[in-house]
């Protein structure tokens, strides 16, 4: 094998900074902090300044103020006036189009970065490359001559080859379809967890963000907003800014009814005071007070019948008012009197079910899937 245990000495390889930059109408302010073997998530509306973040990092634009740690070298520190050129920085920089050489092989994009290895040296890393992004048998072909999902296994490659302090990843996949982009995001995720190089990704796409960060920012108009751990902050979003943004569908606004501390739970109706009622987690609310609960699509389950013998706590029952795609499934929107519940689910549970509009059907969820949301 390739990677490198996880050493003592890798504790070092911990990568973090502030930045202040200001270009044309834009400013930025962030910091980060990113242990070896960490991806660390930038999640943010487009024109955020999630690529202006990394382009600084990497030493491709030079913010006004800051300073920035990649392994146990410093390489910007607006202070003392400490500016590390790019290529000297040890960073791997992968984004959506994978810059592939045309002109060279797939064994020679991969050697590229590899100019002070000695010649053995450069072929066996590229032989490990190969075989750890499973590119066997391309080695002597150009980038036009493999398919795209081995385009950016290749350039995975490339950027690894060097053994980067620090890996950039600017929505490296999206432009690959969806069963592609799992199987190399958990590829790489192991890879660098093996290699110990900790790395920052941008990705628009939630389920890319919560199977791979350890940690998430939001960044918004270039100011880091919400920090923290991936599931928490983008599955159960606490926050209404951020809820909108990573597209809680079910976001109702109701009032406590009452709360039941034994069961850890409490009880929220419509704001009439009328029914559907949902169970809910306990939290520092009290009785009468209005809250926001969210609820994600694809935390429901839609049964054809009353669902008996379960210990979901909400059990709802509705009429079918909408069915449309969304992939990867179908999102069907229940009337639960005055109560529009949206559900996600799979194409094959929506063929199975015969799902229609006007069907009746009851949707089911536990009360820990509710969640309240402040603005
Ligand atoms: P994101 O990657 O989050 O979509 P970017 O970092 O690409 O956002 O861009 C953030 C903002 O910075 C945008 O409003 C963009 O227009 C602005 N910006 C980036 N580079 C420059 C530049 N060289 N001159 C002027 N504005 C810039
Ligand atoms: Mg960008």
């Given at each position: 094998?390739?990677?490198?245990?996880?050493?003592?000495?890798?504790?070092?390889?911990?990568?973090?900074?502030?930045?202040?930059?200001?270009?044309?109408?834009?400013?930025?302010?962030?910091?980060?902090?990113?242990?070896?073997?960490?991806?660390?998530?930038?999640?943010?509306?487009?024109?955020?300044?999630?690529?202006?973040?990394?382009?600084?990092?990497?030493?491709?634009?030079?913010?006004?103020?800051?300073?920035?740690?990649?392994?146990?070298?410093?390489?910007?520190?607006?202070?003392?006036?400490?500016?590390?050129?790019?290529?000297?920085?040890?960073?791997?920089?992968?984004?959506?189009?994978?810059?592939?050489?045309?002109?060279?092989?797939?064994?020679?994009?991969?050697?590229?970065?590899?100019?002070?290895?000695?010649?053995?040296?450069?072929?066996?890393?590229?032989?490990?490359?190969?075989?750890?992004?499973?590119?066997?048998?391309?080695?002597?072909?150009?980038?036009?001559?493999?398919?795209?999902?081995?385009?950016?296994?290749?350039?995975?490659?490339?950027?690894?080859?060097?053994?980067?302090?620090?890996?950039?990843?600017?929505?490296?996949?999206?432009?690959?379809?969806?069963?592609?982009?799992?199987?190399?995001?958990?590829?790489?995720?192991?890879?660098?967890?093996?290699?110990?190089?900790?790395?920052?990704?941008?990705?628009?796409?939630?389920?890319?963000?919560?199977?791979?960060?350890?940690?998430?920012?939001?960044?918004?108009?270039?100011?880091?907003?919400?920090?923290?751990?991936?599931?928490?902050?983008?599955?159960?979003?606490?926050?209404?800014?951020?809820?909108?943004?990573?597209?809680?569908?079910?976001?109702?606004?109701?009032?406590?009814?009452?709360?039941?501390?034994?069961?850890?739970?409490?009880?929220?109706?419509?704001?009439?005071?009328?029914?559907?009622?949902?169970?809910?987690?306990?939290?520092?609310?009290?009785?009468?007070?209005?809250?926001?609960?969210?609820?994600?699509?694809?935390?429901?389950?839609?049964?054809?019948?009353e669902?008996?013998?379960?210990?979901?706590?909400?059990r709802l029952p509705g009429?079918?008012?909408?069915?449309?795609?969304?992939?990867?499934?179908?999102?069907?929107?229940?009337?639960c009197g005055?109560?529009?519940?949206?559900?996600?689910?799979?194409?094959?549970?929506?063929?199975?079910?015969?799902?229609?509009?006007?069907?009746s059907l009851w949707?089911?969820?536990?009360?820990?899937?509710?969640?309240?949301?402040?603005?």
């Amino acid at each position: 094998m390739t990677t490198q245990p996880y050493t003592r000495q890798d504790t070092s390889r911990l990568s973090n900074g502030w930045i202040s930059y200001r270009v044309g109408q834009f400013s930025l302010a962030a910091q980060w902090e990113v242990e070896a073997g960490q991806l660390l998530t930038l999640f943010g509306p487009s024109g955020a300044g999630k690529t202006t973040l990394l382009r600084a990092i990497a030493g491709l634009v030079r913010p006004q103020e800051g300073s920035i740690r990649i392994g146990d070298r410093m390489v910007f520190d607006s202070d003392s006036g400490l500016f590390v050129p790019p290529h000297r920085r040890r960073v791997g920089f992968l984004t959506q189009g994978h810059h592939l050489f045309p002109h060279l092989t797939v064994a020679g994009n991969i050697a590229y970065g590899l100019a002070r290895a000695t010649p053995a040296g450069r072929q066996r890393r590229v032989a490990e490359l190969v075989e750890m992004f499973q590119l066997n048998g391309l080695e002597q072909r150009r980038p036009d001559e493999i398919s795209g999902g081995q385009q950016q296994r290749a350039a995975l490659a490339r950027a690894l080859a060097p053994s980067p302090e620090l890996m950039l990843l600017d929505e490296p996949f999206s432009s690959l379809d969806i069963e592609l982009r799992r199987t190399l995001r958990g590829e790489l995720r192991e890879k660098l967890r093996a290699a110990a190089i900790p790395a920052i990704l941008v990705t628009h796409d939630i389920e890319e963000a919560i199977s791979m960060a350890d940690q998430v920012q939001i960044i918004e108009g270039g100011q880091v907003g919400a920090a923290g751990n991936p599931l928490q902050l983008l599955g159960q979003p606490g926050q209404g800014r951020v809820a909108r943004l990573v597209g809680v569908e079910n976001l109702i606004p109701m009032v406590v009814t009452s709360v039941q501390p034994q069961d850890g739970t409490m009880v929220c109706a419509r704001q009439d005071g009328g029914s559907p009622r949902l169970e809910v987690p306990l939290s520092d609310v009290a009785q009468g007070d209005q809250v926001t609960v969210g609820i994600r699509a694809s935390d429901i389950i839609l049964s054809d019948s009353e669902p008996r013998g379960s210990s979901a706590r909400n059990r709802l029952p509705g009429v079918v008012s909408d069915v449309r795609l969304r992939p990867p499934g179908y999102q069907v929107t229940l009337d639960c009197g005055g109560l529009d519940l949206s559900c996600h689910i799979t194409g094959t549970s929506l063929n199975e079910m015969g799902i229609r509009s006007g069907d009746s059907l009851w949707a089911v969820f536990k009360a820990s899937s509710c969640f309240l949301v402040r603005d």
